[in-house]
T-cell receptor, first 115, second 114 residues
């Protein structure tokens, strides 16, 4: 069965500092991987996804993630944090092929950005 | 842009009531999903549907049922609400073209059961 582990339920960075949010997955088949962001009192918004091809994926708001098969990781980074990046971030893996597109979510990382 | 609309942002109900949460999507997606979100637990799948009148249980279906009579609408039903069902409920939809398609989410319904 597939699973996702997000290391660090809370991460705090200073404005302008590097953001690194960790995600490791477990999958017996080539995975499809997603990062979502949730701002307070809102639903989840897709940041970026990896399906096939280039392992470095660029998303919205200056975020990017690198798929590393050997490390079973899909960490999310942003070179310089902005106050508006404060939100909760979820990593997810698609539960294999087929038409149902079920996603397995990690437990989330709450990012705080200090002025 | 895909729009997933949940009928209520905030809802307060009493123990034992039958509660209906409604979700509508405007992109003709085949798949629709209901999750509940609790602090420290992430998103847990309650039910999903891959076609009209079709449904499958997710990870935590107990105490819930669903209805999908039209392709664009997916309803979550709490048959007899209990306080442990106080939570944030999120609806999502996606097309049927394999696991590489992202899910699109509504803004959520924060449900309190008193």
């Amino acid at each position: 069965a597939q699973s996702v582990t997000q290391l660090g339920s809370h991460v705090s960075v200073s404005e302008g500092a590097l953001v690194l949010l960790r995600c490791n997955y477990s999958s017996s088949v080539p995975p499809y991987l997603f990062w979502y962001v949730q701002y307070p009192n809102q639903g989840l918004q897709l940041l970026l996804k990896y399906t096939t091809g280039a392992t470095l994926v660029k998303g919205i708001n200056g975020f990017e993630a690198e798929f590393k098969k050997s490390e079973t990781s899909f960490h999310l980074t942003k070179p310089s944090a902005h106050m508006s990046d404060a939100a909760e971030y979820f990593c997810a893996v698609s539960e294999g092929g087929g038409a149902t597109n079920k996603l397995i979510f990690g437990t989330g990382t709450l990012l705080a950005v200090q002025p | 842009d895909v729009k997933v609309t949940q009928s209520s942002r905030y809802l307060v109900k009493r123990t034992g009531e039958k509660v209906f949460l409604e979700c509508v999507q405007d992109m003709d997606h085949e798949n629709m999903f209901w999750y509940r979100q609790d602090p420290g637990l992430g998103l847990r799948l309650i039910y999903f549907s891959y076609d009209v009148k079709m449904k499958e249980k997710g990870d935590i279906p107990e105490g819930y049922s669903v209805s999908r009579e039209k392709k664009e609408r997916f309803s979550l039903i709490l048959e007899s609400a209990s306080t442990n069902q106080t939570s944030m409920y999120l609806c999502a939809s996606s097309p049927a073209q394999g696991g590489n398609q992202p899910q699109h989410f509504g803004d959520g319904t924060r449900l309190s059961i008193l």
